[in-house]
Antibody
C-alpha cells in the first residue's frame, strides 16, 4: 500500500518561501508522476503541479512563476517550494501520486500551512 | 485551460435517495477524468476514473457516466457514510483542473 506523508513548517511569514516535502513509502517513487494540490480553508481543491520521477515538471499557470518542484529518488521523496507567499497561500497542502489512467490515486493526509507574520 | 462547473454546489438528501452530480466542461472532455470524495478534515479519496471505472474498494452504489462536455456521478442509494463533498477532475494539455465541488448533506 502506497503511503504519502507531507512535512514542513506550519507557519511561514509573508514574502518568504514555503517549503514542503512528501515522503513516499510502500512503493518506489520511480515510474510515476507526483503532484501537489492545495485547499484554502473552506474552499475547493487547486492543483499546483506535478513532477515526473526523472525531474520533468508541469505547473499550474497561475502559480508557475513562484513554484519549484524537485524529486529525490534516493530518499523516495519529492518537494515543493512556493516563493513570495501571501495570506492567500494559506491552505492545506496535499501531495499525491498521479497515474495517467487513474489520475490522483494515493494522497497524503495533508498539512496546513499558514502565512502570517 | 478547461473549466469544470459542478452542479449542484450543495445538495440536501436523505439516506436511501438516488443522487446525481453533474460536471460540465468548457470544452470536450477526454478520458483523463476522475471523481473524488472528501470528508471533513480528510484527504480526497479517488472514487471513479476514466469517467466510469470504479476504483478498487469503492462500493458499487457509486457509478460514473457521460462524455462530450458533461459527466455525472450517481449514488444509487445514499448511505450515512456518503455525506461528503465530491469533486470532478480532468487532465488537459498536461494540466489538472478540479470542479468547484458538491457538498452532500443530510436532509
Amino acid at each position: 500500500q502506497v503511503q504519502l506523508q507531507e512535512s514542513g513548517p506550519g507557519l511561514v511569514k509573508p514574502s518568504e518561501t514555503l517549503s514542503l516535502t512528501c515522503s513516499v513509502s510502500g512503493d518506489s517513487i520511480s515510474g510515476y508522476y507526483w503532484s501537489w494540490i492545495r485547499q484554502p480553508p473552506g474552499k475547493g481543491l487547486e492543483w499546483i503541479g506535478y513532477i515526473y520521477y526523472l525531474g520533468s515538471t508541469n505547473y499550474n499557470p497561475s502559480l508557475k512563476s513562484r513554484v519549484t518542484m524537485s524529486v529525490d529518488t534516493s530518499n523516495n521523496q519529492f518537494s515543493l517550494k512556493l516563493s513570495s507567499v501571501t495570506a492567500a497561500d494559506t491552505a492545506v497542502y496535499y501531495c499525491a501520486r498521479y497515474d495517467s489512467r487513474k489520475q490522483l490515486d494515493y494522497w497524503g493526509q495533508g498539512t496546513l500551512v499558514t502565512v502570517s507574520s | 485551460d478547461i473549466q469544470l462547473t459542478q452542479s449542484p454546489s450543495f445538495l440536501s438528501a436523505s439516506v436511501g435517495d438516488r443522487v446525481t452530480i453533474t460536471c460540465r466542461a468548457s470544452q470536450v472532455l477526454n478520458t483523463y477524468l476522475a471523481w473524488y470524495q472528501q470528508k471533513p478534515g480528510k484527504a480526497p479519496k479517488l472514487l471513479i476514473y476514466g469517467a466510469s471505472t470504479l476504483q478498487s474498494g469503492v462500493p458499487s452504489r457509486f457509478s460514473g457516466s457521460g462524455s462530450g462536455t458533461e459527466i455525472t456521478l450517481t449514488i444509487s442509494s445514499l448511505q450515512p457514510e456518503d455525506f461528503a463533498t465530491y469533486y470532478c477532475q480532468q487532465l488537459n494539455r498536461y494540466h489538472l483542473t478540479f470542479g468547484g465541488g458538491t457538498k452532500v448533506e443530510i436532509k
